[in-house]
């Protein structure tokens, strides 16, 4: 057997070892600094020292293995994801990140530059209903308001850090004071293209910017019996001409996705020619131009829609985060050690956040992609098979000797 | 003062003193065998016994008022409407025709045949969740399988005509066994369509035969952000498609009206591409070969769009009911009174249902519309103007004399 088939298996190991450490019984579920997300941290600790690193946490529960290089004194280069989970989580989603960066490592062995193998805390964002806690304290984004945020119970960021904190022998990780080579990041895809492709493992090129909006179309709510159709202000018939719409645009560009997820009308009988209906508009791609372009086009034709049916459209952009583009040199590196691997250099924008966003505040970032089953993620069905987990284990290998060698 | 500009402002003053009658002060309540659904009974049994009639009730709380006739041994002619609402309602449906049939007759004074007035005590079926309690009984349609049906309360049909019917001096009205000329309904439109055609009155061809569905289609649920357009299985876009084409068959014909009222869909986040959606159909057409030819054409076009996205489709007919034509002769005598008030023929079908629905089963019916304001019923907002209500009084008044003549 091969180190890395070695390596391979005892990550399978982990990832199952992992994700019997829940809050819940039963259930996978691990929130910020709840005891099962520090039993987390502790556990992956325990493996980074195994591995010769030096360990650290911050009092959020984040942790930070180091391997020191064999060069000197260069800029490290980081590897990780998060520990923490969704309510009634799946197994790989975060964990694997963090434990294929440490079985690359017992393949490798120190590198020349020193390696830092990042294990947040916090990127789901469950308990604040605010996401990346873990990252963002690292890349010094969390300042004096977000202390402010509280959770359900009311508790604020900054009380739940004060009481509940991993506060003892805690330091704060810099990274936005200091030089990195870079952080690179694997992850499950959380979507169907690589099962679709047949692809083991692919690269990304970047983390879609996204515009949410909530919009509503007001007509008049009348009889289904008495009202002829040519006197309807129906504004359901209207939310569907909307949708489609918006099928549409999502159609026009292969890297858009535009999806309406949420619909409410009232009166909502089924007597009743629908007066009113607020749906919701989840628009993602991965270049800021073009979404704010497309989805300009897409409001567009919703006013033209509303116009021509006698109906008042309102729309609010409840959110809009820019995309964040993965370094083209890293990624480059990456698609070589894909290459080996799957014989592509497949390249996927990625739909969901990730790490990778509030780390490329502070330096350069790269991301791999793990096959999934059915695209399920935040699911208890979540699966990455052994041979795709052992398929991003080798990706991880061979671009940290690739680079290794530069 | 001419006596029907007389009977005009006492039919005015009646609907609002009917309209004080209700279970829920502050709004307009009358359900079946419920105190102000007697008391409103008793109240319009009075104004009966002022013209003269004798007034007689069954258990259920329908009254008749039988205003004798002139010309020896006519089969009657009857006039009426229901006085049960719905909850809180407005005062004009049910009560214009019951009201407006007895102003009628305070101009006629007595006709050559007979006349009975009905004020059915359950149209609306809010009770029992099964309309036309009132109307069903006097013609026979209340059998042993009706008396079991039961109210929220637990209450059966049998038991609550028994412990809370106005059984003392009961009568039990039985059309179904005499030969009467017909039914002559006067209602409040419901819609909208007199408002923009400007049109006080109207005759009615038919109430319309209506269908009612359950319509579900099912695809696959998504992350919003990780699956591209092109490999969605989208619930709400296949049911998005579905609705503006039951928009476009109800379009294609102008008797035809078609209507989505309720849409449920799951999983129902706004990063979630909707997996399941379920919604309803209501289908109404005069003509009843006409509603299901086109019936069938839309529900093979929704077969059509559900394979051409991938998406399951199951639908239940949950409720079809024919429709029910007015009698041609006595609508053409109709229409002759309607011409002379309003210079026009004018008729509608009517797409809500009516106490002439089951009156229908045992005798020849016509209908009379009179406009409301925005086409609103079933709402405390509802009215019909004192000139339309007088507009609606010389019809029917015309109509009598006309019929008396021949």
Same mark, same amino acid.
């Given at each position: 057997?091969?180190?890395?088939?070695?390596?391979?298996?005892?990550?399978?190991? =982990?990832?199952?070892?992992?994700? #019997?450490?829940?809050?819940?019984?039963?259930?996978?579920?691990?929130?910020?600094?709840?005891?099962?997300?520090?039993?987390?941290?502790?556990?992956?600790?325990? /493996? *980074?020292?195994?591995?010769?690193?030096?360990?650290?946490?911050? %009092?959020?529960?984040?942790?930070?293995?180091?391997? %020191? !290089?064999?060069?000197?004194?260069?800029?490290?280069?980081?590897?990780?994801?998060?520990?923490?989970?969704?309510?009634?989580?799946?197994?790989?989603?975060?964990?694997?990140? @963090?434990?294929?960066?440490?079985?690359?490592?017992?393949?490798?062995?120190?590198?020349?530059?020193?390696?830092? @193998?990042?294990?947040?805390?916090?990127?789901?964002?469950? +308990?604040?209903?605010?996401?990346?806690?873990?990252?963002?304290?690292?890349?010094?984004?969390?300042? $004096?308001?977000?202390?402010?945020? +509280?959770?359900?119970?009311?508790?604020?960021?900054?009380? %739940?850090?004060?009481?509940?904190? /991993?506060?003892?022998?805690? $330091?704060?990780?810099?990274?936005?004071?200091? %030089?990195?080579?870079?952080?690179?990041?694997?992850?499950?895809? #959380?979507?169907?293209?690589?099962?679709?492709?047949?692809?083991?493992?692919?690269? @990304?090129?970047?983390?879609?910017? #996204?515009?949410?909006?909530?919009?509503?179309?007001?007509?008049?709510?009348?009889?289904? &019996? $008495?009202?002829?159709?040519?006197?309807?202000?129906?504004?359901?018939?209207?939310?569907?001409?909307?949708?489609?719409?918006?099928?549409?645009?999502?159609?026009?560009?292969?890297?858009? @996705?535009?999806?309406?997820?949420?619909?409410?009308? =009232?009166?909502?009988?089924?007597?009743?020619?629908?007066?009113?209906?607020?749906?919701?508009?989840?628009?993602?791609?991965?270049?800021?131009?073009?979404?704010?372009?497309?989805?300009?086009?897409?409001?567009?034709?919703?006013?033209?829609?509303?116009?021509?049916?006698?109906?008042?459209?309102? /729309?609010?952009?409840?959110?809009?985060?820019?995309?964040?583009?993965?370094?083209?040199?890293?990624?480059?590196?990456?698609?070589?050690?894909?290459?080996?691997?799957?014989? &592509?250099?497949?390249?996927?924008?990625?739909?969901?956040?990730?790490?990778?966003?509030?780390?490329?505040?502070?330096?350069?970032?790269? *991301?791999?992609?793990? +096959?999934?089953?059915? !695209?399920?993620?935040?699911?208890?069905?979540?699966?990455?098979?052994?041979?795709?987990?052992?398929?991003?284990? =080798?990706?991880?290998?061979?671009?940290? #000797?690739?680079?290794?060698?530069?």
């Amino acid at each position: 057997m091969d180190a890395i088939t070695q390596a391979a298996g005892q990550l399978a190991e =982990r990832i199952e070892a992992l994700g #019997q450490v829940t809050d819940t019984p039963g259930a996978l579920t691990r929130t910020f600094l709840s005891p099962a997300n520090l039993a987390a941290a502790a556990m992956v600790s325990r /493996w *980074m020292e195994e591995l010769g690193m030096t360990v650290e946490h911050d %009092a959020g529960g984040t942790i930070r293995g180091i391997l %020191a !290089g064999t060069a000197g004194d260069l800029p490290p280069l980081l590897l990780g994801s998060h520990l923490d989970t969704v309510i009634d989580a799946g197994k790989y989603d975060g964990a694997l990140g @963090v434990l294929t960066a440490l079985a690359a490592l017992q393949v490798t062995g120190p590198l020349p530059f020193p390696v830092h @193998v990042l294990g947040f805390s916090d990127e789901e964002g469950v +308990r604040f209903h605010a996401t990346y806690l873990g990252s963002r304290a690292c890349v010094g984004q969390l300042g $004096t308001e977000a202390m402010e945020i +509280r959770d359900f119970a009311g508790v604020s960021l900054a009380e %739940a850090l004060g009481k509940e904190g /991993w506060n003892e022998g805690a $330091t704060r990780f810099s990274y936005e004071d200091s %030089a990195c080579l870079a952080y690179v990041e694997l992850h499950i895809e #959380q979507g169907r293209v690589l099962e679709e492709l047949g692809e083991a493992v692919c690269g @990304v090129s970047a983390i879609c910017g #996204q515009s949410r909006l909530a919009v509503g179309l007001i007509g008049q709510a009348d009889h289904a &019996g $008495t009202t002829p159709m040519e006197i309807r202000r129906d504004a359901l018939a209207g939310a569907a001409a909307c949708i489609l719409a918006a099928e549409r645009c999502g159609r026009s560009d292969p890297l858009l @996705v535009a999806t309406v997820g949420k619909l409410d009308l =009232r009166p909502g009988a089924s007597n009743a020619i629908p007066g009113e209906v607020k749906f919701t508009l989840d628009f993602r791609h991965p270049d800021d131009a073009c979404r704010e372009r497309l989805l300009g086009e897409l409001l567009a034709e919703f006013e033209a829609i509303a116009a021509d049916r006698g109906l008042k459209l309102a /729309w609010d952009l409840v959110q809009a985060n820019p995309a964040v583009p993965c370094d083209p040199g890293l990624t480059e590196r990456l698609l070589d050690a894909i290459e080996l691997v799957t014989g &592509g250099r497949r390249l996927l924008p990625s739909g969901a956040g990730h790490d990778a966003v509030m780390m490329a505040t502070a330096m350069p970032v790269a *991301m791999v992609f793990v +096959r999934c089953r059915d !695209g399920l993620s935040h699911h208890p069905d979540e699966y990455a098979s052994p041979d795709d987990m052992a398929a991003g284990l =080798r990706v991880l290998v061979g671009f940290l #000797q690739d680079i290794s060698k530069s």
